[in-house]
């Protein structure tokens, strides 16, 4: 029976690890999938300090002496890749893997000190599963920007940092002025390309400065964080201006080229909420019309 058990432990496609207290690898049983996991036995008698990047080691001797003092089942994701620890044979030199342990406290003495098992299961394909379906529910799927809902998150969160922090925050909206007329006259593709244009010049002027969304077909949004009107007026305006510097092929013999008109507000008053920062923003963009500018603070 025995051999029996330990034939069945060691065929196991996932790793079982005994950790000790005191922070040293004391057993490796199974992990037999190559394609998923890296030879563990390198490790057993060394210290997790050792072997590991020195804030894993932390959280694993937390988790390991958590589970030992309360008698509990305790779980933990992380991400490690092959090459981050010391003394194995690497079976992948990408970007780290994700894995899903659960850690147990032995009813045993086998070890000669209190110990755990960790159970490693390999959720890699998993975790890129969910950042592709958090992707779709956050990206405008023409431009990769964020979507309508998404971005007003952003907004409302970094309200309350700016708030919280007492700093400033400004609202830029940008809406195109011909996209309506581009699709009517030459249809939707060509509209898709205005869109692309306008939003790529927008994503090249604010860089790392804020975040971008698209509100509805021709309507883009910015939030930046620390930035006041002022300065976003100025963002801006070269937003608009690189805009209209591009050049849009309509047929082999016609091009054109994107105008808009631009709304700026900023945090003012503890009161403020996105609300009344967008109620803000449209009512410049309406109060520039009859008139020869294109973009206005409010």
């Given at each position: 029976?025995?051999s029996?058990i330990?034939?069945?432990?060691?065929a196991?496609?996932?790793?079982?690890?005994?950790m000790?207290?005191?922070?040293?690898?004391?057993?490796?049983?199974?992990g037999?999938?190559?394609?998923?996991?890296a030879?563990?036995?390198?490790?057993?008698?060394?210290?997790?300090?050792d072997v590991?990047?020195?804030?894993m080691?932390?959280?694993f001797?937390?988790?390991?002496k958590k589970?030992?003092?309360?008698?509990?089942l305790?779980?933990?994701?992380?991400?490690?890749?092959?090459?981050?620890?010391?003394?194995?044979e690497?079976?992948?030199?990408?970007?780290?893997?994700?894995y899903?342990?659960r850690?147990?406290?032995?009813d045993?003495?086998?070890?000669?000190?209190?110990?755990?098992?960790?159970?490693?299961?390999?959720?890699?394909?998993?975790?890129?599963?969910e950042?592709?379906?958090?992707q779709?529910s956050?990206?405008?799927?023409?431009?990769?920007?964020y979507?309508?809902?998404f971005?007003?998150?952003?907004?409302?969160?970094?309200?309350?940092k700016?708030?919280?922090?007492?700093?400033?925050?400004?609202l830029?909206?940008?809406?195109?002025?011909c996209?309506k007329?581009?699709t009517?006259?030459?249809?939707?593709?060509?509209?898709d390309?205005a869109?692309?244009?306008?939003?790529?010049?927008?994503?090249?002027?604010?860089?790392?400065?804020?975040?971008?969304?698209?509100?509805?077909?021709?309507?883009?949004?910015?939030?930046?964080?620390?930035i006041?009107?002022?300065d976003?007026?100025?963002?801006?305006k070269?937003?608009?201006?690189?805009?209209?510097?591009?050049t849009?092929?309509?047929?082999?013999?016609?091009t054109?080229?994107?105008?808009?008109?631009?709304?700026?507000?900023?945090l003012?008053?503890?009161?403020?909420?996105?609300?009344?920062?967008?109620?803000?923003?449209n009512?410049?963009?309406?109060?520039?019309?009859?008139?020869r500018?294109?973009?206005k603070?409010?």
């Open positions: 029976m025995q029996h330990e034939a069945i432990a060691n196991m496609p996932d790793p079982i690890f005994v000790g207290e005191n922070g040293t690898y004391l057993d490796v049983i199974g037999q999938e190559r394609s998923l996991y030879d563990g036995h390198p490790l057993i008698g060394k210290n997790y300090f590991l990047p020195e804030k080691a932390e959280r001797t937390k988790v390991v589970a030992i003092a309360s008698g509990q305790q779980e933990i994701e992380y991400q490690l890749a092959d090459t981050e620890v010391a003394g194995i690497p079976v992948s030199t990408t970007e780290g893997q994700w899903e342990a850690v147990y406290p032995l045993s003495d086998a070890y000669q000190q209190a110990a755990v098992i960790w159970l490693a299961i390999n959720i890699t394909q998993r975790k890129h599963m950042e592709q379906i958090e779709l956050s990206r405008d799927p023409l431009t990769d920007l979507n309508r809902d971005f007003l998150e952003i907004v409302d969160e970094e309200l309350g700016a708030r919280l922090n007492q700093r400033a925050l400004s830029a909206k940008i809406n195109l002025d996209f007329r581009i009517d006259a030459y249809g939707h593709e060509i509209g390309k869109i692309l244009t306008a939003a790529h010049a927008i994503s090249h002027v604010i860089g790392d400065l804020g975040y971008i969304g698209r509100l509805s077909c021709d309507q883009f949004m910015v939030v930046l964080p620390e006041k009107a002022v976003a007026f100025r963002i801006a070269l937003a608009q201006e690189t805009i209209s510097s591009q849009i092929a309509l047929t082999d013999s016609d054109t080229c994107l105008t808009s008109h631009a709304g700026v507000t900023e003012r008053d503890e009161s403020d909420d996105s609300q009344t920062l967008f109620r803000r923003v009512k410049a963009i309406k109060s520039l019309d009859g008139t500018e294109v973009t603070i409010l």
